[in-house]
């Protein structure tokens, strides 16, 4: 073997060496990275925006894996946890849900019923209405004045004070004699005397108008600021209505 054949094998086992070297603090560095970050657990973001009140299911989210410690302990890691949740605020894209994000959807007290009614989507708090929300609704009429006179008079009764929404369905079509409507189908938590008043006022009134009450303000409507007319307005006194929308 001659000198140049010996300088060769030198500097391939001096490259061998190199290499071995540098797989080796790869190696250190992965090993380091991993045991300050630890091992990955599934938890969930959201796909996509939930307004509040939404129920939060399980297409509105997708798996993702972190390291467990840089999990939060309020994180989502099991879909059962959604069950027979909503969203307590508006949660955005890309948020890592957390529990504390969550709510229990709203349930029927004891003497309370469902009731369901097609709000017209124009008089309906233009889509402001979620569940959870108490909301007061009002509904027009028009009655015949006593006598035999024929006149009417428009009355504007408040049917529900504080009716707790219990749900918020689609935007539907709604065929309504010869036009086509966009209706809403909400439903509320009433009790039986409330009940009757809201079927009787969408089956009878002219119109029927939510007015959604801010949370901390649900305050009881006195008797004699129930009900409105022009002429009552006018001569500065509240008009107790005809028989049978009196609450």
């Known amino acids: 073997m001659n000198a140049r054949q010996r300088r060769g094998i030198l500097l391939l086992l001096v490259s061998v060496l190199l290499a071995l070297g540098a797989f080796a603090g790869v190696v250190a560095v992965i090993n380091d990275v991993e045991s300050k970050v ?60 957390q529990d504390d994000m969550l709510a229990e959807r709203p349930e029927l007290d004891p003497g309370q019923q469902e009731i369901a009614v097609m709000i017209d989507a124009s008089t309906g708090v233009a889509g402001k209405i979620y569940p959870g929300a ?38 539907t079509e709604v065929e309504d004699d010869d036009s086509t409507r966009e209706a809403v189908p909400i439903t509320f938590a009433l009790d039986h005397t409330d009940a009757q008043r809201v079927t009787f006022a969408e089956a009878f009134a002219e119109q029927v108008r939510l007015a959604l009450v801010a949370p901390g303000d649900e305050a009881e409507i006195p008797a004699d600021e129930r009900s409105y007319t022009i002429l009552g307005d006018i001569a500065g006194a509240p008009h107790a209505g005809p028989d049978g929308l009196v609450p």
């Open 38 to 97: 630890g091992p990955e657990t599934t938890v969930y973001e959201l796909s996509g925006d939930v307004e509040p009140y939404e129920a939060v299911t399980a297409d509105d989210v997708r798996e993702v894996s972190m390291p467990e410690r840089y999990i939060p302990d309020s994180a989502v890691t099991d879909l059962g946890q959604l069950e027979d949740r909503v969203a307590a605020g508006p949660l955005r894209e890309g948020s890592l849900l």
């Open 134 to 171: 108490s909301i007061n609704m009002y509904a027009a009429f028009r009655v015949q004045d006593g006598g035999d006179s024929e006149q009417e008079t428009e009355l504007v009764r408040l049917m529900v004070n504080n009716a707790e929404v219990i749900e918020v369905g689609d935007l």
